[in-house]
């Protein structure tokens, strides 16, 4: 069941900015954290960037920090992430997921967005 709606991914050149949107239900924006995962070709899902439920802390994986920030808006049940300066290594499907803290895969993940194409191309 799809409970989370990316967008805002694109085909982009190395330097450039983007912004993902996350949409989600409110019982469930209200209830969670959320996080940023990506997944490139042949590789793991990993995560890039984690807010609380309460918006007041975060998480930034090292290869994306003082790049990428994620912030929620609670009054629009809605999650960002702010890419800028994007290389051809951030290339990838890029999902929304809530549940607990620290959201890892397999262990905290109650909900997964469909994902969004991110291609960083030089």
């Known amino acids: 069941q799809v409970q989370l709606v990316e967008s805002g991914g694109g085909v982009v050149q190395t330097g450039e900015s983007l912004r993902l949107t996350c949409a989600a239900p409110?019982?469930?924006?209200?209830?969670?954290?959320m996080g940023w995962f990506r997944q490139a070709p042949g590789k793991e899902r990993e995560r890039v960037a984690l807010v609380t439920y309460s918006g007041g802390g975060t998480w930034y994986a090292d290869a994306v920090k003082g790049r990428f920030t994620i912030s929620r808006d609670t009054a629009n049940n809605t999650v960002y992430l702010q890419m800028d300066a994007l290389k051809t290594e951030d290339t990838a499907v890029y999902y929304c997921a809530a549940g607990p803290w620290p959201l890892r895969i397999g262990r905290e993940i109650a909900y997964w967005g469909q994902g969004t194409q991110v291609t960083v191309s030089s």
């Open positions: 409110g019982r469930l924006f209200r209830s969670y954290a």
